[in-house]
């Protein structure tokens, strides 16, 4: 842990964030060109979209003055990782409030949390459900003064303006489609708003549901942007539900890293590949596709 810490000394590098190919028998023979955006390795322990989710936010919360930050999340959230880092890194106070009771409290993330600072507080799944009502966060206030509030995941507006700088104008030109995946679809919609329309940007949820579908559109509606319509949802890849796993995703993992030396995770980055490698298997994609995956981060 403390050799974690030191590592939170050095400042995220979005240079770093560098184009991969990858060489697979399973892709030259079909004729499809699959690379790698890097974003896992922004930073050790701030990586991926949850920096560019932060970044802007953290920009904002220091323009408002306010040096406290206060957000949600799970017992394993990334998001409340990348957080408490960013409070440690930035020397911001900083509030996780955790679904659920004290008897997750033991796992890795809020370990690190804590040894980042974070003050955590406990709260029931039922009492989690009010987490954006007013009259909860006013609740929130008098208990902890004036915050800045980050929303659960991280997404709101300056998260997804963070995002949109994970694409370039040379790789929505250059590729036929870009992969990515979708928790609450704030990197999709980043991604999808600095695509000028062009390329075709394919969402794979890390959840179950068909309610996945459409939550690039409604995004697009509630952060007023340009509203472009070349992107798509999957949502078959889910293997379970969030953070569930089956044995050939746990398989292809192995297998995956074993070729690559390329780390992927089950929650997201994992079940990227799985699906496209399943869906150049099954000729989703014409020979000839350019395709860019967004390897997201979520990497311990
Ligand atoms: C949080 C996370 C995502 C999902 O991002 P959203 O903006 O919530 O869709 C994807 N990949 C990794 C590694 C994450 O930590």
Redesign the pocket.
């Known amino acids: 842990m403390v050799s974690q810490i030191d590592f939170l000394k050095s400042l995220p590098d979005e240079s770093l964030s560098t184009i991969q190919t990858i060489n697979l028998p399973q892709l030259i023979n079909k004729g499809i060109r699959l690379d790698v955006k890097r974003e896992d390795l922004v930073h050790p322990y701030l990586s ?3 920096w560019r ?1 932060l970044k802007y936010n953290l920009l904002e919360a220091l323009k408002q003055q306010n040096r406290k930050l206060l957000t949600f999340g799970g017992a394993h959230s ?2 409340i990782y990348a957080t408490a880092a960013a409070g440690k890194l930035f020397d911001l106070q900083t509030i996780g409030i955790i679904r659920g009771h004290e008897l997750d409290a033991t796992n890795e993330t809020l370990a690190f949390a804590k040894a980042c600072g974070m003050g955590l507080k406990f709260i029931s799944r039922q009492d989690y459900k009010n987490k954006a009502e007013n009259s909860f966060l006013q609740h929130l206030k008098g208990e902890f003064g004036d915050f800045y509030l980050i929303p659960e ?1 991280g ?1 709101n507006t300056f ?1 997804v303006k963070g ?1 949109e700088e994970i694409l370039s104008r040379a790789d929505y030109l250059h590729y036929d489609f870009i992969a990515v ?8 919609t980043g991604i999808l708003n600095a695509s000028s329309g062009f390329s075709h940007i394919l969402g794979v949820s ?1 959840l179950k549901g068909d309610f996945m579908a459409n939550e690039i559109g409604k995004l697009n509606v509630k952060y007023g942007l340009k509203g472009y319509l070349n992107y798509s949802a999957i949502t078959q890849y889910h293997h379970g539900g969030y953070a569930k796993s089956s044995p050939e995703l746990d398989d292809f993992i192995v297998q995956f890293q074993t070729k690559t030396g390329i780390p992927i995770e089950h ?3 994992g079940k990227l590949f799985y699906a496209l490698f399943d869906l150049i298997a099954k000729d989703f994609f014409r020979a000839g596709t350019k395709i860019l995956a967004i390897h ?3 990497l311990r």
Request: glycine fraction near 24%; charge should be positive.
């Open positions: 991926g979209n949850k989710k990334n998001h995941g997404t998260a995002c995946m979708m928790g609450t679809s704030g990197t999709a890390a929650v997201y980055s997201t981060g979520g």
